[in-house]
């Protein structure tokens, strides 16, 4: 067992990242068995969950004529338009049914309101408006995360990231994550996680 001051950090490993889902990962399902294995190594859990409302600015269908995977300009910056994924209450949103719930201690979703996207289990993407978890962390002395999942470019990257400028020890195991490698943005987010000071593992 870890020491009591680490925490395993599970992003989003739901139906619509795993292959035939809405915005599959490639071998998204792959890295299950990994990550079922290290949660009996850790003696804190969080599961986190994308969880979207149908009209979510984030979706292309929500923007006329807009592709999937095109760019738009949000009032917080860039933004990714996505196919519609992870829709509160689908299937698609459902943990995939391989993966272990039963050790989480915390189930956090994000990404819920309409107006704002939400990489990073800390804070949405305007980097200011909080999703709680860092509080949660804090108050069970909680100092040093590991963070495993879907996806490893978007937001296990920025999970990470948020993490290190919290003050976290944040180490990210590739092994047991996958990305969506999007023109580039598999290195271009392990060049960062590496600049903010993210461990990568694996
Ligand atoms: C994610 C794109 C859109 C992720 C979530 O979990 O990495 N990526 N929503
Ligand atoms: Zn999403």
Request: proline share 5%; net charge negative; with cysteine.
């Amino acid at each position: 067992m870890r020491n009591p001051t680490e925490a395993l950090i599970v992003i989003d490993v739901q139906n619509d990242f795993c292959p035939g889902g809405a915005l599959a990962v490639q071998g998204g399902d792959q890295i299950i068995p990994a990550i079922n294995a290290l949660m009996d190594d850790f003696p804190c859990v969080v599961l986190t969950q994308d969880w979207h409302p149908k009209d979510h600015a984030s979706f292309a269908a929500n923007h006329k004529g807009a592709e999937p995977f095109s760019v738009t300009e949000m009032p917080y910056g860039m933004q990714v338009l996505w196919p519609t994924h992870c829709v509160i209450g689908s299937k698609g949103a459902d943990f995939h049914k391989d993966l272990r719930s039963d050790p989480a201690h915390l189930v956090i979703r994000k990404g819920f309101r309409p107006q704002i996207d939400s990489y990073s289990a800390f804070f949405e993407n305007d980097r200011t408006t909080p999703t709680g978890l860092e509080g949660y962390l804090r108050a069970r002395g909680i100092t040093t995360l590991t963070f495993v999942g879907l996806a490893t470019d978007y937001c296990v990257a920025y999970s990470a990231m948020d993490a290190v400028r919290l003050g976290f020890d944040a180490v990210v195991l590739r092994s047991a994550s996958r990305a969506i490698d999007l023109n580039g943005s598999l290195i271009e987010a392990e060049t960062a996680m590496i600049d903010a000071g993210v461990v990568l593992e694996g």
